[in-house]
Nanobody
């Protein structure tokens, strides 16, 4: 099983980034997918999630209206489009796959929002 995040980097406040998470080794379309983030010295928090069937989405209040999660089951990839980025969005962003009690995590990608 692999979850490989990419797309992180340094961006100025107000800018945009698109994170990708390429999945392999499991039945991607059967898993709910999520993005979490962990800022330095803080606990990991859920940012956005998308269901396996129907593609229903949910967002943390702090990112609603700015971030969009999507998935492409044919490419076994989940995305996080991040717009209007703020310094408080700075964190390591992790991809998560979940089905019942099974949980997979990626290695994370750093997002830094700074001028």
């Amino acid at each position: 099983v692999q979850l490989v995040e990419s797309g992180g980097g340094l961006v100025q406040p107000g800018g945009s980034l698109r994170l990708s998470c390429a999945a392999s080794g499991f039945a991607f379309s059967s898993y709910a997918m999520s993005w979490y983030r962990q800022a330095l010295g803080q606990e990991r928090e859920l940012v956005a999630s998308i269901t396996s069937v129907g593609g229903s989405t949910d967002y943390a209040d702090s990112v609603k209206g700015r971030f969009t999660i999507s998935r492409d089951n044919a490419k076994t990839t989940v995305y996080l489009q991040m717009n209007s980025l703020k310094p408080e969005d700075t964190a390591v962003y992790y991809c998560n796959a979940r089905r019942r009690v099974v949980d997979f995590w990626g290695q994370g990608t750093q997002v830094t929002v700074s001028s």
